[in-house]
């Protein structure tokens, strides 16, 4: 099994910087992707940001120019640096970790959450 350890959430004000890490732990053998969803009230779990091993990343429109996702493979580790933050960015922060076991079996494996607010 994976676990991963989320850090990092809080109340921000608006404009406002926060940084998510995640370290992942367990029986990793390979790693197709890490990277952030979040969850706000009522809403669905929407992708914010992933990064592969060879440090490609992928945004979601919403956050491109003011979220930054990183990595360090040496610990398993990933990171988002949120800036500019707006208050449509308070929402449950999950990391989601999917391993490449064979061209097929990809398990995905999630945090617990992080929440971030940013108020008005």
């Known amino acids: 099994q994976v676990q991963l350890a989320e850090s990092g959430g809080g109340l921000v004000q608006a404009g406002g910087s926060l940084r998510l890490s995640c370290a992942a732990s367990g029986r990793i053998f390979s790693i197709d992707h890490m990277g952030w969803y979040r969850q706000a009230p009522g809403k669905q779990r929407e992708l914010v940001a992933l990064i592969t091993p060879a440090g490609t990343a992928n945004y979601a429109d919403s956050v491109k120019g003011r979220f930054t996702i990183s990595r360090d493979n040496s610990n398993d580790t990933v990171y988002l640096q949120m800036d500019s933050l707006k208050p449509g960015d308070t929402a449950v922060y999950y990391c989601?970790?999917?391993?490449?076991?064979?061209?097929?079996?990809?398990?995905?494996?999630w945090g617990r959450g992080t929440q971030v607010t940013v108020s008005s």
């Open positions: 989601h970790l999917q391993q490449s076991i064979t061209t097929v079996i990809k398990p995905n494996y």
